[in-house]
């Protein structure tokens, strides 16, 4: 795989791993690697002091992956204790408390058992994690100006107060409040490190996003017009974080690398998906204030089952970007997701839709897949 060297001068970066550590990464002897060896690098060491992504307060974290692979090899109770005590999973804890996600969520230690002992897809997670951590501390530190990715599809200006964790075992790629992590043992990464950072690129979109407009607790909603917010907030949510690594996945010619960016280049795809994302968005706002009943949330889980919040929801910011330009996307944000929805209506129409209505899947309870 090709990378692109565009990182500040090396004697900037304070925190270095030695060379004997590096290569036991790669060997896949990470358990025998002191976690003390693997302590977070801020952006700013990465840089030079001149460089404007000096003044991002932005961290990188990889302790949890790295205790997980020891405890997973020595089954040390103490290596566990560490784990459960880590920042990394203080936010993992947060975002399932948030999305409500089918995990134990009543304690760190209960949420930590089940990831490392739940199955995994891939056959070997192990390995898969150990790639993961050779990437995060290399190329992806190596190259940190992919971080200016995010920050186009952010407020000029803005600042990160975040860190950015490597975790073992949840989800793909998560973010919530000031932190966003990455599932070293996810098999999308699996030989394909690259993915890492384009993923990096999508869950620091969420932070900014989120610090701007924050998302809504899932176990408070009541009606069908609090579950039409949700769905119009993710859908801004997910697209803007979509389109902001269209760009280097489109140079780096990795946009077949990820099912997202294959169906926004299939435009008859796309005008079916869009058209389902509003006939059930039209179904909730017809609700009303009526009770968030199984139907209800019925229709927010085929959004989120058929990944219309990320694929709708990039179609819909890049036509505004498009048409109104960046500014006017980024200025959506602090306004809400019923002005983003209202502002992509507003706009010059797209060639006619077909009546695809004998595409539409009949409503039932399809699974909630909460927001990355």
């Not at 060379?19 to 990465?46: D, F, K, M, W, Y």
């Not at 199984?294 to 919040?309: C, D, K, N, T, Y």
Request: glycine content about 4%; proline content about 6%; charged content about 20%.
């Amino acid at each position: 795989m090709e990378y692109h060297h565009i990182s500040g001068p090396r004697r900037h970066r304070k925190w270095l791993w030695s060379g004997l550590a590096r290569l036991c990464l790669v060997l896949g002897l990470a358990g025998t690697i002191s976690a003390q060896h693997n302590q977070p690098v801020a952006l700013r060491e990465l840089v030079s002091p001149t460089d404007a992504l000096a003044a991002q307060d932005l961290r990188f974290d990889a302790r949890a992956a790295e205790l997980s692979l020891q405890y997973l090899q020595s089954k040390d109770t103490a290596v566990l204790e560490q784990l459960v005590q880590s920042p990394a999973v203080t936010h993992l804890l947060s975002h399932a408390r948030n999305f409500d996600y089918d995990v134990p969520t009543d304690s760190a230690q209960a949420l930590v058992r089940k990831l490392l002992t739940s199955p995994s897809k891939s056959p070997d997670p192990q390995r898969v994690c150990r790639q993961s951590m050779a990437f995060f501390a290399g190329p992806l530190l190596d190259e940190p100006h992919w971080v200016n990715d995010t920050l186009r599809y952010l407020p000029v200006g803005f600042r990160f107060h975040a860190t950015l964790f490597l975790t073992y075992g949840y989800d793909i790629g998560v973010a919530f409040a000031q932190s966003a992590s990455l599932n070293c043992a996810h098999p999308h990464f699996d030989g394909h490190g690259r993915e890492l950072l384009y993923y990096a690129i999508h869950e620091l979109h969420h932070v900014g996003f989120y610090s701007i407009k924050p998302p809504r607790r899932f176990s408070e909603v009541k009606s069908c017009r609090d579950l039409l917010w949700i769905a119009q907030y993710h859908a801004q949510l997910e697209g803007m974080a979509v389109l902001a690594a269209w760009q280097r996945r489109r140079e780096e010619h990795a946009l077949d690398d990820d099912s997202d960016y294959v169906a926004l280049r299939d435009e008859a795809q796309m005008q079916r998906e869009e058209g389902l994302y509003f006939e059930e968005l039209q179904y909730l706002r017809e609700r009303g204030d009526a009770p968030a009943d199984q139907e209800a949330w019925a229709a927010v889980g085929i959004m989120s089952a058929q990944r219309l919040w990320y694929r709708v929801g990039a179609r819909m910011a890049q036509r505004i970007e498009q048409v109104s330009g960046r500014q006017a996307l980024i200025a959506l944000i602090p306004e809400g997701p019923d002005q983003f929805i209202a502002a992509y209506l507003q706009l010059p129409p797209r060639p006619a839709l077909t009546d695809h209505s004998t595409d539409l899947r009949p409503r039932t309870s399809a699974p909630l897949l909460p927001p990355r």
